[in-house]
């Protein structure tokens, strides 16, 4: 395998970091989001939830613009059309779901009654959108029921990952693994 060849099959660097980077604040996020409620010392984590949020939704964005301006390394060709369609289909989803979850959660705390303050980790403030208290509602229930979802589907998205890396042993998990851990390959 040539290296022009490999890094033409590899995400580019800012697409790794971002998949990262929101990956891992997505999980915090959820992990607060659906225990914050039986594991009380987590409620003090909701301004902290609330910013990374935020930070997920401008990550999200800019990760969707630089997959649409740099297009992802083409699935492998012997990969069969029905898990093509379901991987672009799965990856759709996440995205509606990285830009949909922050702004439910925004719709949210926008339409509360009892509205605290809401900031970037204390740096600016996040200005409220100007919705009603059903608004708000609304945004509640659908943030819930979304941060279900997400989480069930970033767990299919890693057993999907995982799946391709341990027991088909094809090189899907390589491409969006970062440098430091990627295997060297012979020139």
Request: hydrophobic share 55%.
């Amino acid at each position: 395998m040539t290296a022009a060849r490999d890094r033409l099959e590899r995400y580019s660097r800012v697409a790794i970091w971002l998949h990262w980077t929101i990956a891992l604040l997505v999980i915090l996020n959820l992990a607060v989001g659906i225990l914050h409620d039986s594991i009380p010392m987590l409620r003090a984590w909701m301004g902290a939830h609330k910013a990374l949020g935020m930070a997920v939704l401008v990550l999200s964005v800019g990760r969707l613009a630089w997959r649409i301006a740099y297009r992802p390394p083409p699935l492998p060709a012997l990969m069969p059309a029905w898990e093509k369609g379901l991987a672009h289909t799965a990856h759709l989803v996440l995205y509606v779901m990285m830009i949909g979850m922050p702004l439910t959660g925004w719709l949210m705390v926008s339409g509360s009654a009892k509205r605290g303050p809401f900031t970037w980790f204390g740096l600016f403030d996040i200005p409220y959108l100007p919705v009603s208290t059903a608004t708000g509602h609304f945004g509640h229930e659908a943030h819930e029921i979304l941060g279900w979802m997400m989480l069930v589907l970033i767990v299919a998205h890693a057993a999907a990952a995982l799946r391709h890396h341990l027991l088909l042993r094809d090189e899907i998990l390589v491409r969006m693994a970062p440098v430091f851990a990627r295997k060297k390959t012979a020139v």
